[in-house]
């Protein structure tokens, strides 16, 4: 079976085949019958779906996020977008043949390259200390770091991406730090940028194909910021790190959302603190801004995107 990518189908093709469901849910129509709304997704992107008069299995509970499934329907429009009408959805059994790297996205860049780069910034960091806290918790966390997605859908959702999230962030703040000399510490700067994000992996639940599926127990009731602080505080113990050193870090990750109606812990405090969230904002917006850009023509407007709180505009090369 030809798996069609949802970036290319068009108004009344006809699709059957594989895809990862996303978001999905058993909804009840103005007549009172159920019916499945979800999205599908490839590694192409993602289009919305309904299902009418189907009242399960799949969708009727949140342990379907993420799974793969097959379905047959057709192409249509709603309200001027492409939207798939199904007429049959299950689960895809164990046997069956499919190829899971038309299913799922992966970090568009070379993975292993970018692991030896950060390992040689990781050596580069001259305090011993921040270097040997980078050091342990790399060895972990770092098979998980490496193939964990950065977010559910709203940047780098995608396989290895907190890998390649904090790959960018890494040499943004390795450069910046070398243009503030007289407010940056560039080796706590740099280490900070590496462990603000990586309580991910013990945030997020992820699904048999590596695509986020929900959040963990811990990731609801403390969030990754929290998490990443506590990780931070018990490896510097474990290596008799001055506290000092341990709570600098510890604010890095604790307030690198910049707010606490965004999910900082506390304000940034420090020079580098400041920095680090400035840097998380500029990678994460880019990388929105690319993944939109990927299904909109030249001169035009995108949707209202609810992470930037309005629309972009894609202009002409």
Known sequence: ?????????????????????????????????????????????????????????????????GKPVFVRGKVGEFKGTLQLTLTAVRYAEDGER???????????????????DIRTMVNSIEDSDYRRICEAMLEKYGRAFSVWPAAKSVHHGFVSGLLMHTY?????????????????DRDLLVAGTLLHDFAKTQEYACSQLGLISDFTVKGQLLGH??????NVAETAKELGVPEEKSLLLQHLILSHHGEPEFGAAVLPLTAEAELLHLVDLIDSRMEIYAETFKNMEEGTFSDRIFALEKKIYKHKE
């Open 225 to 230: 910021p929290v998490m990443g602080a506590q």
């Open 98 to 116: 499919y190829d899971k790297a038309d299913l799922v996205p992966v970090a568009p860049i070379d993975i292993q390259a970018a692991g030896r």
């Open 168 to 184: 960018n962030m890494m040499k943004l703040s390795d450069f910046l730090a070398a243009r503030y000399p007289e407010v940056i």
């Open 1 to 65: 079976m030809i798996h069609k990518k949802l970036s290319e189908l068009g108004l009344n093709d006809e699709v059957e085949g594989y895809y990862i469901i996303r978001n999905c849910g058993i909804k009840t129509s103005a007549n009172g019958s159920a019916f499945l709304a979800c999205s599908l997704s490839d590694n192409s992107g993602s289009m919305e779906a309904k299902c009418w008069s189907y009242s399960g299995p799949v969708g009727a509970t949140s342990k379907d996020e």
